[in-house]
């Protein structure tokens, strides 16, 4: 059966990834894996959707289309330019811009970032939202396997774990699981207050 060119283009629908944050003991942890896929079929295995900004004082992964997600940090690196220090603030006013800028609104990603002080999730329908603390830790996941992640790491909590093995371990549980998620991980660490 032939498809126009909008139906060809919504079933090669753009899957894949998963990115957790964990909070234990004084650290903060992004981590996430490499997978990119198109429909059922994996483009890149080796994907970096982790990385630093703002010199380095700030973690942030995302999960969602590639080039949005890079606008996405784009933006939020000029945002810490023009607040330094300000996650919360500078957040605050990407979400306001994705939500009310007819070009940003159309771009399809989630960020989790971290600084010393701060750890929040970003979405275009304008959240910024804390994780929910518990005694042990907190912890916030996204992307196609996120829940998964998210489910281990709240269990792994509990542990002796360190964030940065309990993240880790998450992401291989989530890798078994989730078909859009592999075990090629990268972690960013930051220490928190």
């Known amino acids: ?67 949005d997600a890079f606008t996405l940090f784009e933006r939020l690196e000029a945002k810490l330019e023009q607040y330094p220090g300000q996650l919360m603030r500078a957040c605050v006013e990407l979400a306001k811009d994705w939500r009310t800028d007819r070009y940003l609104r159309r771009l399809e990603a989630m960020m989790l970032v971290a600084d010393a002080k701060a750890a929040l999730v970003l979405t275009g329908n304008g959240d910024v939202l804390e994780p929910e603390a518990t005694e042990r830790g907190s912890v916030m996941g996204i992307g196609s396997g996120g829940n998964y992640a998210l489910a281990a790491a709240r269990a792994l909590l509990d542990t002796d774990r360190d964030a940065a093995s309990i993240a880790r371990r998450a992401l291989e549980i989530a890798s078994e699981i989730c078909v859009y998620t592999n075990r090629n991980v990268v972690i960013e660490e930051i220490a928190s207050n």
Do not use: C
């Not at 994907?47 to 380095?56: C, F, I, Q």
């Open 1 to 67: 059966m032939l498809q126009s060119p909008s139906e060809q283009s919504s079933a090669a629908i753009w899957h894949g990834t998963t990115i957790i944050l964990v909070k234990k003991d004084g650290r903060t942890v992004i981590g996430g894996d490499g997978q990119v896929s198109i429909g059922q079929t994996i483009v890149k295995g080796n994907a970096k959707k982790v990385r630093r900004l703002a010199k380095g004082e700030v973690i942030g992964g995302f999960a969602g289309a590639t080039a």
